[in-house]
């Protein structure tokens, strides 16, 4: 089988690239487009280390196969930012000192943009049941938790 | 260096204490920081290893001539193509390696002595092509009945892992062939009179599982080797000089061809203080003549990297009615994995370090098994032992009606006690610590139905070791500040905020890099517990040497002499006679500096015998579903001495971060094997790390009692957090179903025998 | 190694022609099993058969009769549906157990019933509400219970070319709802040790009318448990009820020792679960 073309969207720009039909959209995003931010953990979907968006909905991008991108749009870490400034979830992260090695920093910050889009008030227990799905074996959850709600309140118009 | 003595905590600090943004929180938190396998070169191969799909086998034949001729296929090395070389210890951190037997871990020779044990490895164009390479590589096995527990390896007929090899340590030694690779011993006083005078002893035996550290990002490596035999190493590790050595022992190789440039670390907790990939990629790029990229599956972190042991240890504690211990007693069992070098050693120094005990027995015995050959992880060795100690103080306490806390404190080691692996304490926290946890909220809140709390302490060493730093001034006034410390959870900011402190200019101003080993002096590896001590030692000392320059050049500035010169607030300050020059900042000497003698760039170093040891004590809620024994963590409390938080917010980052290390290998965490050897739980699914929703937020207690051993009174701190946990959760976990529990994990099943055994 | 052919078909007609042409093609639909396998167990596919693109499989429609949900729609888009929450909250709340929050985003309950799991957790929550699954294939459209989809571990009653298309779960009775939790050492992540799921109606009066009864990791299958239901109907789910219910259950239970659980726990933790979910499910529908 020859490879497959695939045109997608990633980030806001159109790119296209090849791919085999068995390879993942991670292996993809790494391997072929360069977009290294997003990082693979177990390959199995129960790390979240490789958190992307496909259409809005918080994937693993391991568990995606490049070939279903065709059209798509995929958001990753890369485009978290706005224009020259940090996100507040990446502001937050940072002024919370909510990371330690940092290798499951991007799956998490792109899986808490997923929550508070559909949940902008989240309680702790929410916000700690919804990335249950994003191991850190650094921090014991703490202080990214307290990062969460702080961005939350924030983007709400709560805090700075 | 000599060691400097303590300010006594008198010193007022403007930039140590405070919790700067660290400096490379920005390209972690945006994707662009790079990892192992984030790097990519030009004309790269992809390695993959063939495993053995059997735990103990003789490897009669290879054959890779199938492998070879397939498509895409590059190289092919197997452990023939690895010199030989002699047994001999070599220093690796916190513990001793046999480079032998780090060689043959590395890639199997003569035996496979676990599931996952690499056979082979191969460089293919693409990593496909090069694991169904693997699978075209045959490999003829004598299958021989496998070694997988404690019971097994002391069994009088038991399978030898390693034949021919004898125990060595403290005697009686077993005669003849052995899975016991050392035995330990020590003692003080009369043990079996002392108990006699005891007016309640309590014992028992606690096991605790394998653990992994588990890291989230996998080992990898990329190799470039060059004609000349020069090798360049990418690599995710604790320690680019131990993996420099390494691989130069392994494959007896010139130091200097090695240069080993450190990826940013997606954790390692210990586990990446040693090397599995980086010699088989540098083999297999000298043969393929192109750079080589290998990166471990999940599935082969578990099966074939880390963890820690497996343990069975009895311990035995006599007190009398007052609280006051008269003896114990303890055997410890580690399960080195398939080679010598379990972490009994620091167990055995650990076990009665924090107490006083006037008389005291332990034997602790270093035992090969078939699973992986455990690596060092946070503080190894010392949960498993305080999880036998602590629990059978949490018992005797509740015999006594003593409050736990109490009967800790009244036996707690303090400022002057000789501890009970030898040394006599400087001043410690460890009294602090358990006042502070006492009169903590916690300790003093209610308790709801079907909940308990349970109370431990730890203890850890922290070392010392070899650091370097340089600092240097930029044109513009600002500095960079170069270390070999690979940085793990926030060493850059600890490293900047020591140079800002120093020199007086602001922590944004400083920039700080870990370099690879051609561009910074040596450095051990970032473990122990020693880089915001030492090496942050090293970084004071190369801070005050720019201060000098500083100072000389604001002389040469002023023509006065440098006596002349004070060096306060991050100026240059006349005295003497020179006191009518206005003060000099950093940025207006860096403008001069070409007039005044050129660049301005200071290294030190620093080789700390001791570091001032670690204590902490931890609280724990849990209840427990008494119909189905799940337990739930409900609230927990660390407290622990830092000596002095350079960056807080990152000192208890690492207290909550060991705490939920440890609660995980208290209740959830364990290595699986069928009959066969075989791991059954080789992934995040099955082998249960703590996720968000398992955890309550975590408390932190951070007592500053100053370590004598530093300027600023840091002790490290990322290690004794795990001590604890294991005998915390165990003792709550006990308390809220009025049953000892003994092994852990305390899974539901187990916790729900425990209940339905004491019904009866 | 040779890329796998992939094709994402537009109808029905379509998937079953590639289905029935290769047997060993395999549909695609989340991805979250059938892409593990591949990686984990070597399991490649000759044909992916992305059902996704398929508008019929992603439609999620509700009326009086109850609901008709798409194959491939994610256990996301069904949970976060507030209609479907009210209506089968122990269906949305099996459905939100599936993994993570990321898995949520691909998983289906196609797919976790062809997985044929038997700790899956929708598996359960399906049956207790009766829901029916519509399988396309070579010889047109079948309607099967979910309870006869699955008829071992990896095994299900499906011939060569057929897949499912679409859930059908009627409404439920003025005075009837469901319940589902499951046993797990952890809060999330897990999988099922014991899953339970129950669906009472009730009269007016608040006595059960009628009830299903499934438990999930206990035997090959989720099974019905008829001898529990029996148990609960005429009842008002009082304590002497619920504990013939979970004797039952325990009795019906068939577990295996393996990594997750032993024997004698799973039948243990069977009546447990299944008294506080059927407790559940009667508070639940005498508030309806």
Redesign the interface.
């Known amino acids: 089988m020859a490879k497959i073309q695939v045109q997608t969207t990633i980030n806001g720009e159109q790119l296209d690239f090849l791919c085999d039909g068995q390879q993942s959209l991670l292996s993809a995003l790494r391997d072929e487009l360069g977009l290294t931010g997003t990082k693979e953990g177990c390959s199995t979907g129960d790390c979240g280390a490789c958190s992307i968006t496909l259409d809005g909905q918080l994937v693993p991008a391991c568990l995606v196969l490049a070939a279903e991108a065709e059209g798509r749009e995929i958001g990753t870490v890369e485009g978290v930012a706005q224009g020259s400034g940090l996100h507040p979830i990446q502001r937050k992260f940072l002024e919370h000192a909510a990371l330690q090695c940092g290798v499951c920093t991007p799956g998490l910050i792109v899986a808490t943009r997923a929550l508070l889009l559909k949940n902008p008030n989240p309680t702790e227990a929410e916000a700690r049941y919804y990335l249950a799905g994003n191991l850190c074996r650094c921090t014991g959850y703490d202080k990214i938790i307290k990062a969460v709600l702080d961005a939350a309140a924030s983007m709400r118009g709560e805090s700075a | 260096m000599s060691n400097p003595k303590s300010d006594g905590g008198e010193r007022k600090y403007k930039v140590v204490g405070t ?1 700067p ?2 400096h ?3 390209d ?8 192992g ?2 790097l ?1 070169l030009p004309g790269m191969l992809h390695g993959a290893i063939l495993r053995s799909p059997h735990a103990h086998a003789r490897i009669k034949k290879i054959d890779v001539s199938k492998a070879l001729a397939m498509p895409g296929v590059k190289a092919i090395v197997t452990g023939a193509d690895f010199p030989e070389i002699g047994s001999g210890g070599m220093a690796a951190g916190e513990s001793h390696i046999d480079p032998k037997d780090l060689q043959a871990n590395i890639m199997a020779r003569g035996k496979a002595l676990y599931h996952g044990h690499a056979i082979a490895a191969v460089a293919a164009t ?1 990593v ?2 090069a694991r ?1 390479a693997c699978k075209m590589i045959a490999v003829d096995y004598e299958v021989l009945k496998p070694v997988l527990s404690l019971e097994q390896a002391l069994a009088k007929d038991a399978p030898i892992l390693h034949e021919g090899r004898k125990a060595v340590g403290v005697p009686p030694l077993p005669e003849g062939d052995t899975n016991i690779m050392m035995r330990l011993a020590n003692a003080k006083g009369d043990v079996d009179a002392a108990f006699k005078t005891a007016d309640v002893v309590v014992e028992g035996w606690y096991e605790a599982s394998m653990a992994h ?6 080992h990898a490596t990329v190799v470039t080797t060059r004609e000349n035999g020069q090798a360049e190493i990418w690599c995710s590790t604790q320690g680019p000089f131990a993996v420099k050595s390494m691989v130069a022992v392994t494959l007896q190789l010139d130091p200097n061809l090695i240069r080993v440039t450190p990826s ?6 210990g586990g990446k203080t040693t090397i599995y990939l980086e010699p088989v990629a540098l083999l297999l790029s000298q043969k393929a003549r192109r750079p080589v990229k290998m ?1 471990m ?3 082969e972190v578990f099966r074939a990297t880390g963890p820690t042991s497996g343990t069975r240890i009895w311990a035995k504690l006599g007190v009398k009615k007052d609280g006051s211990f008269v003896a114990a007693d303890t055997r410890m069992e580690f399960e080195a994995g398939a080679f010598a070098g379990s972490p009994m050693g620091a167990a055995t120094m650990t076990v009665f370090a924090s107490y006083n005990f006037p008389n005291f027995r332990l034997e602790g015995l270093d035992i090969v098994v078939n699973k992986p050959k455990v690596a060092a992880y946070r503080a190894p060795g010392a949960p498993n032992a305080a999880y036998a100690i602590e629990t059978v103080i949490d018992e005797a306490a509740e015999k006594l009606g003593m409050d736990p806390i109490e009967l800790r404190l009244k036996n707690a080691v303090k400022e002057g006690d000789v501890a009970s692996y030898g040394p006599k304490f400087d001043r410690i926290g460890f009294v602090e610590c358990l006042q502070a946890a006492k009169n903590h909220p916690h300790y003093k809140a209610p308790l709801g139905k079907n909940q308990g709390r349970g109370v431990g302490a730890g203890f850890w060493f922290n070392v010392g070791l070899q650091s370097s730093a340089t600092v240097s001034i930029n044109d513009d006034g600002s500095a960079v500040v170069r270390t070999g410390n690979p940085d ?3 060493s850059r900011a600890s490293m900047a905020i020591t140079v800002a402190e120093e020199i007086g200019i602001p922590v944004e101003r400083v920039r700080p890099l870990v370099g690879d080993t051609d561009t910074v002096g040596y450095c051990d590896l970032t473990g122990g517990s020693r880089v915001t001590y030492a090496t942050g030692m090293a970084v004071i000392e190369a801070s005050k040497i720019v201060i000098e320059h500083l100072r000389a050049r604001a002389a040469t500035i002023w023509g006065c002499e440098v006596d002349a010169v004070e060096w306060r607030d991050g100026q240059a300050i006349g005295t003497n006679g020179a006191s009518d020059n206005k003060p000099l900042t950093v940025a207006d000497i860096a403008k001069q500096m070409g007039h005044t003698g050129g660049p301005i760039i200071a290294s030190a170093s620093v080789n700390p015998p001791a570091a001032g040891p670690g204590f902490g004590v931890h609280i724990c809620d849990v209840e427990v579903d008494p ?2 024994g ?1 337990t ?1 963590v409900a609230r927990y409390t660390v407290v622990q001495d830092a000596g002095k938080a350079v ?1 807080p ?2 000192v ?3 207290l ?6 440890g609660i995980g290998w208290a ?2 965490e364990e290595y ?1 094997f069928d009959k066969d050897g075989k791991m ?2 080789p ?4 082998y ?8 309550p ?2 408390d932190t207690v951070v007592v500053e009692v100053p370590n004598p051993l530093h300027p600023y009174g840091v002790r490290g701190v990322g290690e004794t957090p795990i001590v604890p946990p294991l005998a915390t959760v165990g003792n709550a976990v006990s308390r809220a179903i009025g049953v000892r529990m003994h092994q852990l994990p305390m ?3 187990r916790v ?1 025998d425990a209940i339905e055994t004491k019904k009866g | 190694m040779e890329s796998v052919r992939y094709e994402a078909p537009n109808d029905v007609e379509a998937a079953v022609r590639l289905l029935a042409a290769d047997a060993g093609a395999k549909v695609l639909s989340g991805g979250t099993d059938l892409i593990v396998q591949m990686r984990i167990m070597n399991r490649v596919p000759t044909v992916f058969v992305d059902v996704k693109r398929i508008p019929r499989l992603s439609a999620l429609a509700l009326d009086a009769k109850g609901l008709r949900a798409g194959a491939a729609v994610p256990a996301a888009r069904i949970y976060e549906n507030e209609a479907i929450r009210q209506l089968w909250p122990g269906l949305a709340e099996a459905t939100d157990l599936i993994g993570s929050s990321q898995i949520q985003g691909r998983a289906t309950w196609a797919g976790n019933l062809c997985n044929a799991s038997p700790a899956a957790d929708s598996v359960p929550a399906l049956i207790a509400c009766g829901a029916t699954a519509v399988v396309a294939g070579p010889k047109g459209e079948r309607r099967v219970p979910v309870e006869q989809i699955n008829t071992g571990p990896g095994k299900t009653s499906l011939a060569p070319g057929e897949f499912i298309v679409e859930f059908e779960i009627p409404a439920p009775a003025p005075h009837a709802s469901d319940a589902y939790q499951r046993l797990i050492p952890r809060s999330e992540m897990d999988i099922a040790v014991v899953g339970v799921g129950v669906a009472l109606t009730l009269d007016a009066g608040g006595v059960v009318t009628a009830a299903r009864v499934v438990l999930g990791a206990v035997a090959p299958t989720a099974i019905l448990v008829p001898e529990a239901a029996a148990a609960l109907v005429g009842t008002k789910c009082e304590e002497a009820a619920l504990e013939r219910a979970g004797q039952a259950a325990t009795a019906a239970a068939k577990p295996i020792d393996d990594r997750r659980g032993t024997v004698a726990y799973r039948k243990k933790i069977s009546a447990v679960l299944t008294k506080r979910v059927a407790k559940q499910a009667y508070e639940r529908a005498k508030a309806r």
Do not use: C
């Open positions: 919790r943004i660290r490379d929180g920005l972690k938190v945006t994707g662009r920081a790079n990892y396998a984030d990519a693409s496909e092509q169904e550290q588990g890291y989230i990002e996998p940013e670390i997606g954790g390692g907790f990166v599956s999940r599935e793990i959870g926030g119909e189905t799940r739930t960056h917010s990152y208890e980052g690492q909550q971060g060991g705490a939920a290390q209740l959830w699986l059954e739980n992934g995040f699914l099955d249960r790390m703590p996720v968000a929703s398992d955890l937020m975590i899974t539901p099943p729900l």
